[in-house]
């Protein structure tokens, strides 16, 4: 018997240590052993899996390549001077959620109900980035009405997200 083995038995297994832990942990509940199961799961190929989620990953994509392109031309673009770092911070904003959207687009295929969540984050998108985009490159405020509706739509739909949980949540339970 080497030095662990014998701290191990006066540490656990001695017969005092054993009563002593029983008596302040409780008996220990035994599990009947796991059947040795063998999954075997077929690869699927991630554009396969994109497509059976539905049109948001698609959508996605157009949201993410038009906000790329809104954002290469506000870049570019030359805005009236004497209020030019009014109206390129409200497309800088327009453009960042509007990106930032698309990509919380592509997580809605995750959500048990994704209709609800992706129609709720698309419309919140067009409505927010929209009226924010119209009064960045017209400098006129017509549609600034809409931006707080959109905002608090998206709103509501991060926390569809959130409140309707997830597929995978729903399936290891």
Known sequence: MGFYDFVNYVVYDNPISKTVTSTI????????????????????????????????????????????????????????????????????????YHFLHSLAVLGVPLCRNPKIAGTLLISGTVLFSGALYYHALTAENKFGRFAPIG???????????????????????
């Open 25 to 96: 942990i409780g008996q220990k509940k035994v599990m009947p052993p796991v059947p040795n199961v063998t999954i075997i799961t077929e690869k699927v190929p991630l554009w396969k899996l994109a497509s059976e989620t539905g049109p948001f990953v698609r959508i996605a994509a157009v949201m993410g390549a038009s906000a790329m392109v809104l954002g290469a031309y506000g870049a570019h673009r030359t805005f009236p001077k004497d209020r030019e770092t009014e109206l390129k911070m409200i497309f800088d904003t327009a453009n960042r």
């Open 151 to 173: 905002g608090t739509i998206l709103i509501l739909g991060w926390l569809s997200m959130v409140l309707m949980g997830s597929r995978l949540c729903q399936k290891s339970m």
